[in-house]
Structures are given as C-alpha cells and as structure tokens.
C-alpha cells in the first residue's frame, strides 16, 4: 500500500534544493516517451520503468493525429514533419451495403500507427533511461523524496513519480482502488491488412480516405497507416480496420473472450487464443452485413484482435504529494473521438510546463490537476455520446433516440476522431 506525509517547500532542505530534479515513471508507452522527452528538455533527470521485459510492439492500433499532437512532438525536439508521422487523407467516405458511396465529406487528416509514432519516440530516448522488465510493487511517498520499489528488490528514489502506465495501472490502483474500468457494452474488432493484399478497386474506394460502413447498430471504420516496415509510400502501407460491434457482458462477449484451450478470460484475450470459430463467425458477418469493400478488408486480415470497450475516469490525477498519473493511466476514453494519443501528449506537455520554472513540486502537480483533470472527463462523456447507440440493449427508448442523432452517415463522418464538441 502507498505511504506518505504532507510537508509544504518549507521543510525542504537547502541541499534537497540544490540537486538535480530526478523524475521516475512507470510506464514506457508512448504517454510515457512523452512525459520523459519533455522532462529531460525542461532539466530534469529521468528514468522510465516499463514492466514488458522487451521492446513494445502495438497490436497494429491505428492512431488519429490532431495538430495539438503535432505541437508536442516539437517540443520534444525532435525534427519530425507530418508526412513522416503518418499517411494523408483528403477527407472521410461513408459506403452502403452494395459498396455505393453514400457519403462524403473533405476533411484532409493524417493518420498513423501506435507502433510507428512508439518508435520514433523512442528512438530519441536514451537506452540508459529506459529500463525494461521492472514491476512496480510499492510506492513510499516521504516528506520531501518518494520511493517506488520494485519486484526484483530494487528501489529508486526520486522528487516525482508519474503513473504512465495504462488502462490497468499499478499505481492508480494503489492509490485509488475504486477507479476501476467498466465495461460499455460492445467490442471493437481490430485488424491491419497489407495494401498490396486488397484489390485495386478496393484500394482505390479506402485506402485514400478515412471510411465508413454503418450495419444497423454497429460500426466499421479503416484508414491507411504505415507499413510493417515503417514505409508510407503508397502500395507499402496497411490499412487499419476498427468494427464496433454490441456484446452483451453476461453472454456473447463471454463468448468471445472463451480461449481456444476454454480459459474465459475478463476484458481481453491474445489474439492468438481467439478460437477459429470466432474469426471465421466474425468474417461471415463481414459478408453478410458490411460494404464489400470493408468485408474484403476483414477476408484478407491474417490475424485480427478483439478489444472490449471500456471507460475510465480518475477521481484525481495527483495521487499523493510526488506522485501524479496522466494520459490512459487517468482516463480512457472510448475510441471514437481519437483523442487517446493527443490527450497523452497534451498531459504530458501541461506536466512538464507545471514543472518548468522550477516551483515546488507539490504545486505544481496541483496545477497541472486542476488544468486536466475537466478535460479529460470531459473527453470521456464526449465518447459515450459518440458510441451510444451502439448500446441499445442497455438503453431506455429515451437515450436511444437522443444516441440515434450519433449514427447516420453526415453525423458519423463529422463527428468521429475530431476534436470539436469537447468542453471542459
């Protein structure tokens, strides 16, 4: 369990002063390259812990990019232009069961992949900085230092701890054991496909726009990404694939979650134990009920992933005097509005402007709070509304009609993976 005593910049010592500022976080994700790029640029000494004992690798996760993503990736330093970052599309496409367009919308965008926008972070990280294979176990929060210890007997000491780690965080758990994810009610099937694998008509119809196919109660979203090889060039990249699609808790996502050995895991299950018949289920629904062009993609998807859809939302980011969480660790929003990267870069960058003119430490992170903390819920109430209908069996007839407005083509496209209509 986590300790710590309260003492305001008038206990601190003059020597506490006078040495380096020395930041740990837990989490090496792309929230936490972040967080330390910008720490180490302010003049801070940093180390990321990250409890994976190799490289990360995304499962192929698409990414939305927003300008104010594109304003943090400079002040990292690094010298990274947008078309290094992702691939371009001129606007967004709606299709009908018959493959039809039946809607359009310009809406130039550029989008990526979780594991191409990791590894340019990454690459400009020191590899003494980043440490792979470590557990945090218990965090001591002291009067002036806190102290995170780890499974393999080891402790640091540092003057802040940030809690970059996730959905299923160590730390917020610690310290705020109620704020758990809850389930919303449908899935997301995921997947990424080869450009060269899709068929010229059907790379002509996706692979330069962000896409739509709307089945009644459901959702399928594509766009292109980087290649498996990092290439952006056109006919060398993938196309990401996003099929919401409701499950209700306590009988058909069981049933998707149900292994191939019949282990029946909570909210996630690996790829590679999704039994046969599941994809070979999901694909004939494909068939039966997306545009032909989105059931190709799925067809021709070697190893497609399933994702519960869950939200969370933190009482607090401040955790203890030193001790602060941001990005999916604070809040996880549902995917449709996109913002799941940039609001990490963003909380990032407000940590590390907190932090800057070098007050103390405690104020800042009660600053930083009381700048994010509203906005990241309202992040998460923006995405309910957004994927709302998609919960009908869960809804009054009241709320279904107010989701209904979310649903049809000219909502959807302007709606989806934007950054309007979000307040704090």
Known sequence: MPTHTTAGPQARTAAALARPKRAVIIGGSICGLFTALLLRRAGWDVSVFE????????????????????????????DVTEARVGVGVSGRRVFGPDGRITGQLDLPQVLTSWGHLYRLLRSALPDDSYHHGRNLVRVEDSAERVRAYFADGAVEEADLLVGTDGLFSTLRAAFLPEAKPTYAGYVAWRGLVDESALSPETRAALCGHFSFSLPPGEQMLGYPVAGADEQLDEGHRRYNFVWYRPAASDGQLAELLTDV???????????????????????????????????????????????????????????????????????????????????????????ADALADGTDVEAALAAFEAKRLAFGRAVVQRARHLGAYMQAQILDEEQRARAERHRHPEAVMSETAVATGIAA
Do not use: N, Y
């Not at 019949?262 to 494909?286: F, K, N, Q, Y």
């Not at 994702?307 to 996880?332: N, T, Y």
């Open 51 to 78: 409890r994976i004992g190799s490289e990360l690798a995304g499962r192929g996760a698409g990414i939305v990019t927003h300008p104010e993503l594109f304003d943090v990736i400079g002040k990292t330093g690094l």
């Open 261 to 351: 050995d019949g282990t029946r895991h909570p909210l996630s299950i690996p790829p590679h134990l999704i039994r046969p018949e599941v994809v070979a289920g999901m694909r004939a629904d494909a068939h039966r009920l997306l545009a032909p062009q989105f059931a190709e993609v799925v067809e021709r998807t070697q190893q497609p992933f399933l994702q519960a859809i869950q939200d969370l939302e933190s009482p607090r980011l401040r955790l203890s005097p030193h001790v602060v969480i941001l990005g999916d660790a604070a809040f996880v929003a549902r995917p449709h509005v996109g913002m799941g990267v940039t609001k990490a870069a963003a909380d990032a960058a407000a940590l």
